[in-house]
């Protein structure tokens, strides 16, 4: 005779948190100090390259990083998830999820994610900690951003194969009052890697 599943209640379960060692614990190991720098922009603004180029030049300065984006989220964590508004909003919770827990390790994490709502931004920054949490705007304007559509997702967007594409029929919400804002059309690749870099050393180096 097949035996019903059983299911124990687990009782008498406690917190640990105090008993881990902790983000401070880790920076001093890691001698830096944590942060997490999330990148928004339009696609094609220039975000990708600015945060492979952020991470190479920060390991080789001897800091710990982790680069966080959708290619690398969506093909493991977030490989369940679709395209629609409320799959978009998991997204970015897991991200920010994710890019919390690398911070209190001591870890330098890079999210280049379009997180596209001031809404959306704002969530991830609760679920990160303000203090935790550097808001990069890669500023560039949607006409500059169409004529560079390296992945030709603009002009499928324009043709209707692409739906609720950020910029063309969903909105795009500049951030009001970024950490950091860099403006790609206006400067060269060179200058704004400077300007970032410049940007984030002070955050990050342990004293």
């Known amino acids: 005779m097949k035996q019903p599943n059983i299911v124990h209640k687990v009782e008498h379960i406690y917190p640990i948190f105090d008993t881990i060692l902790n983000q401070q614990q880790k920076e001093k190991l890691n001698q830096q100090r944590a942060l997490v720098i999330w990148m928004t922009g339009l696609s094609g603004s220039g ?36 395209f629609s508004d409320e799959d978009r909003t998991e997204n970015i919770r897991r991200a920010a999820e994710v890019s919390k827990l690398f911070a209190q390790c001591g870890v330098v994490t890079i999210c280049s994610l379009i997180s596209p709502t001031i809404a959306i931004r704002e969530m991830a920054r609760d679920v990160i900690g303000d203090d935790l949490f550097c808001e990069v705007f ?9 004529q560079r559509d390296v992945k030709g997702l603009y002009a499928k967007a324009r043709k209707g194969e692409i739906k609720k594409f950020t910029g063309i029929d969903a909105p795009f919400e500049s951030p009001a009052n970024p950490s950091i804002e860099i403006r790609t059309d206006l400067h060269s690749i060179e200058e704004c890697q400077t300007q970032l870099l410049d940007n984030i050393l002070p955050r990050i180096k342990y004293q």
């Open 47 to 82: 975000k990708s390259t600015l945060a492979r180029s952020l991470e190479n030049n920060l390991y080789e300065m001897g800091f710990l990083t982790k680069l966080l984006d959708g290619d690398n989220l969506r093909s493991g964590i977030n490989n369940n998830l679709g």
């Open 138 to 146: 890669i500023n560039c304007p949607l006409e500059v951003c169409e």
